[in-house]
Every structure is written in structure tokens, then in C-alpha cells.
């Protein structure tokens, strides 16, 4: 008899601490499930930013001013204060004539990353600056 209490007790033992195993595997599956959600995201916008950078790349070197307004304006509607889509309008403007609508999408970048200051948003500034001058 005693035996047999003896076994009971160490068996539920046994079942508590496969019952303590079973929650930490639970939370561990959990866990990398959300982990693994996350980087998914990341890698499908990177997908999503780099497409848009590449199509409107190409809209700028083949000078379809209009197509990449277009194109920058869909991504605005989505994401009002998208970096690359208010930098493309901004040149599409500035191709355009447009300086006055450029020159505040430019400050806007500038506003929004100020690390674009310099190399990208300066150039452009300055020949606004220089254009309005000869105007």
C-alpha cells in the first residue's frame, strides 16, 4: 500500500510538470509564431517600398512626369507621409516646372527625414532658388 501511495504521489508529480512543460512549449510556439509574423511584415514591405522605388525610377528616367504623380499619389493615399512618394512627386514637379509645388513637398522631405537634407533635397532647392532668380 504504501508503495502504491508512494507511486501515485511521484506520478502526479510527474503529470505537474508535464503540465509546466506543456504551458512553456505553448508559450515558446507562440512566441515564434508572432516573431515569425513580424519579420514576414517587414520583408513584404521592404517588397512592397522597393517596387515602388523601382517603378517610379523608371518613370523618372523615361520622363513620364505625369505617370510618376500618378504613381506617387496612390502611394500617398495609402501612406500620406511616405518619404519616397513625396520625394518623387517633388522631382516630378520640379521636372515639370512646377517649383512652387516642388519646393513644398522638398521642405516637407526635409521635415519628415532630415537626413535627406543634404543630398537629396539641397540640389533642388538651390535650382529652384537659382530659377526663380532668372525668372
Known sequence: METDASLLAELRE???HLETI???????AATLVIWFAG?????????????????ASDLLRSREYE????HCAK???????????LWYLAVAHFQGRQYE??????LRVATL????????????MKE???LGDDG
Request: aromatic fraction near 6%; hydrophobic fraction near 40%.
Open 75 to 85: 502611394r500617398l493615399e495609402k501612406n500620406p507621409d511616405s518619404i519616397d512618394a
Open 128 to 130: 529652384i532658388e537659382r
Open 39 to 55: 519579420r514576414l511584415l517587414v520583408v513584404l514591405r521592404t517588397s512592397r517600398s522597393e517596387r515602388f522605388r523601382d517603378v
Open 113 to 124: 527625414e532630415p537626413s535627406w537634407r543634404r543630398d537629396a533635397i539641397e540640389p533642388y
Open 22 to 28: 506543456k504551458v512553456m512549449v505553448g508559450v515558446i
Open 101 to 106: 509645388q516642388a519646393k513644398e513637398l522638398f
Open 14 to 16: 510527474i503529470g505537474a
Open 67 to 70: 505617370g510618376l504623380r500618378s
